[in-house]
């Protein structure tokens, strides 16, 4: 049997367990008081705002149903309301930090909310409260989601733009496939008087310029050998009831070439009709979606 000091110090423990548990602050969301970590932040920020987004989406829709301007309203408070949390979570983000609150503000500064994201919070309790509680799975599952959204999103923003123009231009493209028959006409009859056709009529095409149309392509019209082509309501908005002008030429071999849109006039030849539109005046469509043969 072992034998034991009887003035030694106890060595059993006798505290309570509960005093080794690390005491955390509570999470308030929408709320200015507290504090929240880094990770916490990111994830928090990203998820509501999407949530408060896709609110807002399905909000506006069933306005306007009933009243537009109405669902413009409801768009502009959800907006507002997305500022608000955004700052509320800051603000708590700079209690972190062991910084007042007024400096969420420096998050209007572009990128400047990088600093939220980089600067750890201050260990243990602070001025402005209990350290925030350890970081569930699912805060870091949303946290690790905002690099792929960003990229998404940048990505989207290059791609949708570029993919309407495209389809733009393939709109316009049709009312050029379409004008190789009128094309053709006001050049047999110039071929035939020796001067342009006045209208449609005289270019031995139907009076109705409605009659040359396409899926995008309202009409087709002859103006002193121009060709006037006007895009439907069907069209992209960018050109919906627009009009892009094709100007005949002669060339000194007599061979009539076309000018369109604000194309540069082709060399060596003169307008077939020089009272008839111009077809860079014609022409109300933005340089940027033509053909590149009928741009500046």
Same mark, same amino acid.
Request: proline fraction near 5%; charged fraction near 5%; aromatic fraction near 6%.
């Given at each position: 049997m072992q034998n034991r000091n009887p003035y030694a110090a106890p060595q059993a423990n006798v505290t309570r367990g509960d005093n080794n548990v690390e005491e955390y602050g509570e999470v308030k969301v929408f709320s200015p008081a507290g504090r929240l970590g880094r990770l916490r932040y990111i994830g928090y920020t990203f998820g &509501?705002?999407? &949530?408060? +987004?896709?609110l807002i989406g399905i909000a506006s829709g069933l306005v306007a149903v009933a009243d537009p301007t109405a669902a413009v309203v409801v768009a502009g408070l959800g907006y507002i309301a997305i500022i608000a949390v955004q700052f509320l979570l800051t603000i708590q983000r700079s209690h972190d930090m062991n910084m007042t609150g007024w400096l969420s503000l420096v998050s209007l500064i572009p990128l400047a909310v990088l600093v939220f994201w980089i600067v750890p919070g201050t260990p243990g309790e602070n001025d402005y409260g209990k350290p925030p509680p350890p970081n569930s799975a699912g805060v870091v599952i949303l946290a690790c989601l905002l690099p792929f959204v960003m990229i998404g999103g940048i990505l989207a923003a290059i791609a949708i733009p570029a993919y309407q123009d495209y389809t733009i231009r393939a709109q316009i493209s049709e009312g050029l496939n379409l004008a190789? +028959?009128?094309?053709?006409a006001v050049a047999e009859a110039f071929m035939r008087g020796g001067v342009a056709p006045s209208d449609r009529s005289e270019a031995g095409l139907s009076a109705d310029a409605g009659d040359t149309s396409g899926s995008y392509v309202s009409s087709i019209d002859v103006v002193g050998g121009?060709? *006037? *082509?006007?895009?439907?309501d069907e069209a992209n908005s960018m050109i919906a009831g627009k009009v892009l002008g094709m100007q005949p030429y002669v060339s000194s071999d007599r061979d009539v070439v076309w000018r369109c849109g604000e194309g540069a006039a082709p060399q060596g030849a003169v307008a077939m009709d020089p009272r008839a539109p111009a077809a860079a005046d014609a022409t109300e469509i933005e340089a940027r979606y033509l053909p590149s043969a009928c741009r500046p």
């Open positions: &509501l705002t999407i &949530l408060i +987004g896709i190789a +028959g009128p094309k053709a121009t060709l *006037v *082509v006007t895009y439907s």
